[in-house]
């Protein structure tokens, strides 16, 4: 069975940077396709970034240049590093992995698509007071 733990979750300062990690079993954290995406309450979950197999990584317009993901083969731990967090970032942080090749991202946009996610996580909350 797989299962997706996250933690790294907290409150920081506007500005302030944030370590979520996501410790993966049932699952290679190599294989198709894993990554971070984030929901406000009432509000849809969103794409954060994703890695696929050959490492090829997709973030989110409102988080490049600011999150980084990357993979532990040898621990098989997903990480994404969150910097210059701003209020907005505000969210719970999930872990979700994909079975089918490649990562997908949702119709007409380069956003990683929740829907095409198998395996989640019960989440990390990230709180970012301004």
């Known amino acids: 069975q797989v299962q997706l733990a996250e933690s790294g979750g907290g409150s920081v300062q506007t500005g302030g940077s944030l370590r979520l990690s996501c410790a993966a079993s049932?699952?290679?954290?190599?294989?198709?396709?894993i990554g971070w995406l984030r929901q406000v309450p009432g509000k849809e979950r969103e794409g954060v970034a994703t890695?696929?197999?050959?490492?090829?990584?997709r973030y989110g317009d409102s988080v490049k240049g600011r999150f980084t993901i990357s993979r532990d083969d040898a621990t098989n731990t997903l990480y994404l590093r969150m910097n210059s967090l701003k209020p907005e970032d505000s969210a719970m942080y999930y872990c979700a992995a994909q079975e089918a090749t490649g990562c997908l991202v949702v119709a007409g946009t380069t956003l990683p698509d929740p829907a095409a996610m198998d395996y989640w996580g019960k989440g990390t909350l990230a709180t970012i007071s301004s």
């Open positions: 049932g699952y290679t954290v190599g294989r198709n396709c």
């Open positions: 890695v696929d197999s050959a490492g090829y990584t």
